[in-house]
């Protein structure tokens, strides 16, 4: 299988791959290490979970995009949100708060009522949960940092989404999460936000998220799938690969891109089973 | 009691008054006309809300604004969105609708169960109401537009506010409705969004808006008001006027601005007692 | 027919109708004056486009946008722009200009060859066009001013878009075309600008326009038609325009929206097939 | 002299000149009356002023931006705020302050030492005289309101710029001052920003302004003119005057552009020079 | 002391500690090596600084931000600006100076009196001084280069801050300076920009630095601590360290978030003081 | 030579220099190696380019902006865009595409007479070549990714820019190009976009680029070097480097800024002289 480098070696700078590399790889087929579910979460998970988050950890994000906009999902990326680690893939599943601006009225009946939202959900998260902050793109004042995190990371959770900023932000780097946000902030929630509701549909970038709902997350941005049909995508992304893998191989050996993409010529389609068959 | 003429002469363009007018009015103690409840309106708000919304007619926004903040609500003023009509005051009670970006799976469960919330709110409008939506700050499609309106209207609805869009806006501008937004659109609220939420608290221009709220709008904006604090705030207000139409007629005679305000000098503090006795 | 009052009656500021107003309309089933074509336009137009324009001088923009959009064109509405003259309706066709920013060596070539191109656009316009400039949303020089405007207008020219700005705006207000733009500007095109292509297509606020395209904007926006199916769509809107009077018909007698909007009841349906007999 | 109408008859809303009226009163030569410096600043002013504002008053923003420009500063056009009236041309000096985001110890420093800023300005206002506040940019706080601005009035002042929000907006609007903001605000300067530096050269929608400025402003922007070079640009603005009236004349027969601008052609130097004769 | 550890460990990438690691630690009371003063740094500064720096290196972010808005500064976070470093800790003192947009009839007369003050505050720079630039947000031209900067470094410098653009960026990138910054750009400061004010208040992404103030930088923003409270608040910071220790260390167990934060339950304050006992 | 260490390096995350490093660097006359043309890249290239890509790799990117800037063209630089790879200058030549946002009949026309744009421009790339698109900034859609990017890779092609967005980020960032854009996104070009012309002028981040015209990419931007003058500005930049590296030995050594920049002292350019014979 033919993937993306950078993120496996991780820790490594900018590893830049001479073309001789490339070819070499192409010819010989090499199958590099796939980026890896953290330790501390791997061993938490449902043996489900760990099948599914595992494909997920085999397949490139755009082919999975491109199979859940032909489910009719068309808007279901957010590039709008920096990533802290951008070479580490993020794959969990939402649990979802959302934040208002702060009211004196509603903030007391809430919080008399339950404990403030981003304490409750690193509490209840289960393991490979990704906490998604809805604040509006509110950045004077964090939605939560590293002591929920830490709770988070115990409990198996795998990162934080915020449409705002977190603080304590060294240390989330420090912590084995993938971190999403527009920005940074020392100031904590209160006075500036209020966390008012928990576990329903939010707005992040542009994009809704729903509790349940898949993230796959790359440096560019987060993949939202809706949890009925993953299984489904993660099929058709897996086939997508080995076609892709072959795709690249002729273009590395100087071949027309014309003949190539986005279908293969005729031609090209016969050699391509010939090459399915001679790597069975 | 001195206010702002160009509210009050309506239909007239920037009507500029000279100061030979100013100085006259001030040693008249002329007391010019002050805004209306629109009439579809005043005939069917309940005595407790025609004495309300009269008196908040009668007020400066700035007046009532010190008194909500006052109260420990230092984030009650909407000013991101743009007023229609930006000589028509509005003053009524809100009603939220929350929208999020659309999604296939949500729209199809929320739309079975119930009509869309825009309908739904013009339906159940009450007298006096706003209808409030959040959109997120979207504007390639509006999230109503002069049909529900319409119904807004003959229900005794005051206006509607969005932040993002409406379409429809020559008709909007032509009904007897203020309306406040972030710009104009043609497109309807599909594919791009849709209605998830009726009466929860939303987020309107970075405030938090609940239903039941109190609204109070100008050219520049909108002031939230808490309807348990409604009362209060109003007469602490109207209290206002009295003192700041006795400034106002000392520095028409060109006193110094730094004995009259922000506190009157104890000189002037006694010729204010004997202004009100004259007055009564 | 039952329409946008506000751009009937030129000249008025904000007019509000009362509620009544609207009741006593629509039983009277009054037709109050529609928009008109400019007079320097109206006689020099071809008798086909007096009659086309005449017809988009009869129908909403959202009837049109809604008859464009099933034609497989979403995104044809431009809402960055202000209008400055917000209660004038402009119908005409485009007449594109692409600018970039200024670039000694280019800038030496281009107008060696030609005229530049705001002159050269205004010289050879065709009564009923628009002159239609991509700039980049840059405000920081003008496209053009009054010169070239008057020109326009003398050859029977309708109005100027601008992904950008004007200079001269007073000047352009006073004058009988249509303007839209992003801010006014005093700087002239150079040094910051230069212009490069004439009659290509263009980016205008994130929507494509094609010369001879026809161009019918409101208040709060323009609508991109293409020519080939200007026609058609026309009489589309034309239809609705007789359903949507009886809609309003229905909701200004106080039933309710479910049966009348967005699709009329069954029940609704006989009522309007009468409603049409009778009418005829 | 032949000029924007529009600002002529004040009150007026969008007044749209037939084509006809155009060719006739370029045909009669008329002089429409011009924008006239506001009743309750020409009585204060110094005859200098009088004479020297009066000049502004007869001429086109344009005109006097080339001569400014020409004399070397290119960056004189504050195009990113907002006229509150839009037909109101506004001629004045700048009387300028800076605001700073609020932090405590320096204002306790500042505010023991001298009255607020915004005071102590109107307070020590001369006739002609603009109140021009740096903020930033910043709309979550207005830097002053209808108080400042009544004594401002009373004192001889022609208006407020503000990079940054006033608040009593309608009051504002409702006195015969020029105001150019960002957006309106309820909330007043405390605790948001603070006034600290009173009088020097400031940054107002990326133009500097200087104590002593002579500020021409009109509904697309204002431009700052240094007062060492105003006499010389005036006169190069006026001298302009006649020479565009004449341009028009010859575009509003039907004539081509090219031979009439920029330059006109030789043979049409020849008409324009008889042309000055006859109107001796 | 548990803390950041990405930040220690200088020149690693994404350094991301599996949590077997943060156990072991905890369980171990390791004390990672902290963020040290750079050497060209060090070795200048006064013994009282160097006290105060070192300080500042042992503590978060956040403790000192939580210590400062209790003091009566809740606005004293800059996060618009990007670090250049993002995994170096700058701690240093404002020096400060004020751009504007360029003016010939200003810049002439301030650069006859004074050399351009980015020159000049790096030639009169302490050690330990960070050169501190409002420029309004203006990124088409810098505000300087590596010429001051490596001025700068010679005479023990900590970094540059500007609410701007700096140019040479990959050679501020080599040097031993923590830089904060818009964007880069290559134009120098003429002729958009001029320097005009030294060592006053200045504006720096939405929060006031003055002239002595202690800056504290970690990737994501910039802490203004007034000189005045930064003993006090240092001190409240180094007393926060080891509660939070603590805290971490029963999270790392296991325990529930809510018996620990933001408050120690009963319980769990008598195992602190145990643990206090343990350590001395 | 004297010059950035952290390009050189290459992988090296942020190395910093301690200033004894430099000291002895500037007394030794240290030649650091400097960055390369990428292999995959130099071996296609012609002789000439070969040569003037490799003085381009010798002098720093201000330099060159100087001498651009003294030739009369003071817009070249563009400091909108994100470098993927912050460490890696690239040096290539402009080949250009415009994308405008979709419509039916324009596309349909456009792709039956040729391939999508992006296809054919990495088909016909030539070695040293950069494809730029214009995008008009939009960022829900990319306008290519990691196919188009692998056929130019394997043709000798050097990077992409876009005033946009590309998808397959991580796989981009491990081929040996380099990237600009300003966003991510998984999203392809249809249905957003369309690709509309080839070759032509267009507008990047605010700058026109011209086929043909050399680029010069560092991680803060790309300056645009139109290709008349780049052997003209090429060896003035040479030139330059010689005196800088004299300037920083001064500094290097604690000397006074004045005396150094931006011009040498009478005695400095004695001294200069001297420098340069030992050199020799």
Redesign the interface.
Known sequence: MF?????II???????????A?AQMAAADLNPPEPQI???VAGKLSPQDRELFGKLMRV???SV??AV?AE????C?I??LTAL?P??RMVGRARTIRY???????RAKLYAAS?QLN?KS??EAQPGDVLVFEA?G??RSAVT????A??L??RGGVGMVADG?F?????L????LQIYMR??????VSPIQMS??YQ????IG???V?PGDILFG????I?VI?A?IVEKVVEQALATVEREEF??HL??Q?E???D??PKLSEANRKRYEEYKKRKQ
Not at 10 to 20: A, N
Not at 100 to 106: C, I, T
Not at 173 to 176: G, H, K, L, Q, V
Not at 183 to 188: E, N
């Open positions: 993937r993306t480098f950078s993120t991780l820790g490594s700078p900018l590893w830049l791959l001479p073309l001789s490339w953290p330790a501390h490139e994000l755009e995009w491109a906009n009719g999902y068309p808007n990326f590039n709008e680690k070479h580490e208002l601006p702060n009211r004196k009225d509603l404990p304490y690193s509490e509006g509110e950045t940092g590293n002591v929920t830490t709770r990371m115990v900023a603080r304590d932000v060294p240390m780097e420090a912590m084995p920005r940074g902030q020392a100031a904590g008012v509701d329903v549909p939010v707005r542009g994009v809704t729903i790359e440096r560019h941005g993949l809706p009925e795709q690249r273009l590395l100087g027309s891109l014309y190539i993409y």
